[in-house]
């Protein structure tokens, strides 16, 4: 199960190649030479290398060139850092597009617990994980931070599944022992906790080595947890101290109202998530719509993440939006997720063109005090802010020597013809081709998909 084992010779590519350096830094690299070592790791980039000089680069570079072939990128085909999908639901996968329209409580209970519960079936989970992994492998998702269902077993099974199949993942059992029917629940504190501590010692023992697949502490949130069990995952969470930690906050108003029903002493979530010990630089937050100003401050000051997810954020009931600049004007870390199956996209160019639309809602409904996502940043929250709110900026989200190679091959051009991407012209410079595959282009553009220098796509 050991991806290492899989990791074959040196790879060596000349071409454009795109990537961020920080929020608006887009850089477009042309001409440039990448050398991935075969442990999977970047240790060479650099750009306006002529071809006729990479023989002597490879060999100052300590390998013979005769060892590994350099691929040439043509026009039109660029390598940029794979997406990190922050924040999504493995089980959810099979019901995406179903329950639109209703409000979240709602969909949980008629529509998702119903789902999440097939996966007591250990044969069904194989089978539909399976599909889940290779599906969002598919859509250039290189690293993904997984809820997966209640149940201990099928979430080693996803987390077996990700090794296999190379994917870099966040996986976590997900915590829930109230407010859900009695065929779908947590039978105890007690049970729940164990199965969380069974989880992280299987992923550590199957991945001591690469590190691809990392167990994420997953309360589902405060509305499904009594708080014994949240205080059991502080406990958790602190003799864990490199573990991280990811649930769902402040993501509507009926969820906000019956948060407060169920917890009166706290004056917000940021209040009670802190009283259990969940709140620290390895938090993820998914959606965070509603956060009032000294909590705001307060996730800054912890250092937590936000997962944006604004799919899911407009698919339910009402048209619901992050204040994502101003999260970003304070330095607090944000990523992007698809939010499955509440988000009816696997796509991460699907999430990223609702998070300009969003962003655009907020620019007004600000006055423009909120500035709409550039295309830039934009990427950048599909790459290297979701590194960041991972955990995993010094391993990926951007083509950084030493950083692991986690990378699409994008074909811009080829597809044209067939695919609904907007025709690439004679004259389009390649900041003009990336504007128009990351607007208008889908998977079938995205050639292969590496992960630590490994080709993961089917
Ligand atoms: N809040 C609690 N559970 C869920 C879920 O599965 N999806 C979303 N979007 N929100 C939740
Ligand atoms: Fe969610």
């Given at each position: 199960?050991?991806?290492?084992?899989?990791?074959?010779l040196?790879?060596?590519?000349?071409?454009?190649?795109?990537?961020?350096?920080?929020?608006?830094?887009?850089?477009?690299?042309?001409?440039?030479?990448?050398?991935?070592?075969?442990?999977?790791?970047?240790?060479?980039?650099?750009?306006?290398?002529?071809?006729?000089?990479?023989?002597?680069?490879?060999?100052?570079?300590?390998?013979?060139?005769?060892?590994?072939?350099?691929?040439?990128?043509?026009?039109?085909?660029?390598?940029?850092?794979?997406?990190?999908?922050?924040?999504?639901?493995?089980?959810?996968?099979?019901?995406?597009?179903v329950?639109?329209?209703?409000?979240?409580?709602?969909?949980?209970?008629?529509?998702?617990?119903?789902?999440e519960?097939?996966f007591?079936?250990?044969?069904?989970?194989?089978?539909?994980?399976?599909?889940?992994?290779?599906?969002?492998?598919?859509?250039?998702?290189?690293?993904?931070?997984?809820?997966?269902?209640?149940?201990?077993?099928?979430?080693?099974?996803?987390?077996?599944?990700?090794?296999?199949?190379?994917?870099?993942?966040?996986?976590?059992?997900?915590?829930?022992?109230?407010?859900?029917?009695?065929?779908?629940?947590?039978s105890?504190?007690?049970?729940?906790?164990?199965?969380?501590r069974?989880?992280?010692?299987?992923?550590?023992?199957?991945?001591?080595?690469?590190?691809?697949?990392?167990?994420?502490?997953?309360?589902?949130?405060?509305?499904?947890?009594?708080?014994?069990?949240?205080?059991?995952?502080?406990?958790?969470?602190?003799?864990?101290?490199?573990?991280?930690?990811?649930?769902?906050?402040?993501?509507?108003?009926?969820?906000?109202?019956?948060?407060?029903?169920?917890?009166?002493?706290?004056?917000?979530?940021?209040?009670?998530?802190?009283?259990?010990?969940?709140?620290s630089?390895?938090?993820?937050?998914?959606?965070?719509?509603?956060?009032?100003?000294?909590?705001?401050?307060?996730?800054?000051?912890?250092?937590?993440?936000?997962?944006?997810?604004?799919?899911?954020?407009?698919?339910?009931d009402?048209?619901?939006?992050?204040?994502?600049?101003?999260?970003?004007?304070?330095?607090?870390?944000?990523?992007?997720?698809?939010?499955?199956?509440?988000?009816?996209?696997?796509?991460?160019?699907?999430?990223?063109?609702?998070?300009f639309?969003?962003?655009?809602?907020?620019?007004?409904?600000?006055?423009?005090?909120?500035?709409?996502?550039?295309?830039?940043?934009?990427?950048?929250?599909?790459?290297?802010?979701?590194?960041?709110?991972?955990?995993?900026?010094?391993?990926?989200?951007?083509?950084?020597?030493?950083?692991?190679?986690?990378?699409?091959?994008?074909?811009?051009?080829?597809?044209?013809?067939?695919?609904?991407?907007?025709?690439?012209?004679?004259?389009?410079?390649?900041?003009?081709?990336f504007?128009?595959?990351?607007?208008?282009?889908?998977?079938?553009?995205?050639?292969?998909?590496?992960?630590?220098?490994?080709?993961?796509k089917?």
């Amino acid at each position: 199960l050991q991806s290492s084992q899989t990791l074959g010779l040196p790879l060596a590519f000349h071409g454009t190649v795109i990537h961020s350096q920080g929020l608006d830094e887009l850089e477009i690299l042309e001409n440039c030479f990448i050398l991935v070592d075969n442990t999977g790791k970047i240790q060479a980039l650099q750009s306006n290398v002529n071809p006729s000089q990479i023989n002597s680069f490879i060999s100052e570079l300590g390998y013979a060139p005769d060892v590994f072939p350099v691929k040439y990128l043509q026009r039109g085909q660029f390598l940029c850092p794979g997406f990190v999908d922050t924040h999504n639901h493995a089980p959810q996968y099979a019901q995406r597009g179903v329950g639109r329209g209703i409000t979240l409580m709602d969909w949980l209970n008629t529509v998702t617990f119903a789902h999440e519960a097939k996966f007591k079936d250990t044969e069904y989970a194989k089978h539909m994980y399976s599909r889940c992994v290779s599906g969002f492998l598919q859509q250039g998702i290189t690293t993904a931070s997984y809820y997966g269902s209640l149940h201990g077993k099928a979430t080693q099974i996803l987390a077996d599944i990700c090794l296999e199949k190379g994917q870099r993942a966040l996986v976590g059992k997900c915590n829930m022992n109230r407010n859900c029917p009695d065929w779908y629940t947590d039978s105890s504190v007690q049970e729940s906790l164990d199965q969380t501590r069974e989880v992280i010692q299987h992923i550590h023992n199957i991945d001591s080595e690469s590190k691809l697949v990392r167990p994420v502490i997953t309360p589902r949130f405060a509305i499904s947890c009594e708080p014994d069990l949240l205080h059991g995952l502080g406990v958790i969470a602190k003799e864990h101290p490199e573990l991280p930690i990811q649930t769902h906050f402040n993501e509507a108003r009926g969820e906000l109202e019956f948060t407060r029903r169920l917890f009166p002493e706290f004056r917000n979530e940021t209040e009670l998530y802190t009283k259990f010990g969940l709140l620290s630089d390895r938090t993820i937050l998914a959606h965070c719509i509603f956060l009032e100003e000294e909590e705001i401050e307060e996730i800054r000051k912890l250092g937590c993440g936000v997962a944006h997810c604004p799919v899911s954020n407009t698919t339910m009931d009402s048209f619901m939006v992050a204040p994502i600049r101003e999260y970003l004007r304070k330095g607090i870390k944000v990523g992007l997720g698809t939010d499955c199956g509440g988000g009816h996209s696997i796509s991460m160019l699907e999430t990223m063109r609702q998070a300009f639309v969003v962003s655009i809602a907020r620019q007004e409904a600000t006055r423009v005090e909120d500035t709409s996502l550039s295309l830039a940043e934009g990427f950048y929250l599909a790459t290297l802010g979701g590194a960041q709110v991972c955990g995993l900026d010094e391993r990926i989200g951007n083509f950084a020597v030493g950083k692991d190679f986690d990378a699409l091959e994008i074909h811009a051009i080829e597809l044209d013809t067939v695919g609904i991407m907007t025709p690439v012209e004679e004259e389009d410079t390649i900041s003009v081709i990336f504007e128009k595959w990351i607007m208008t282009g889908d998977d079938r553009n995205i050639a292969k998909v590496y992960v630590q220098g490994r080709s993961v796509k089917a």
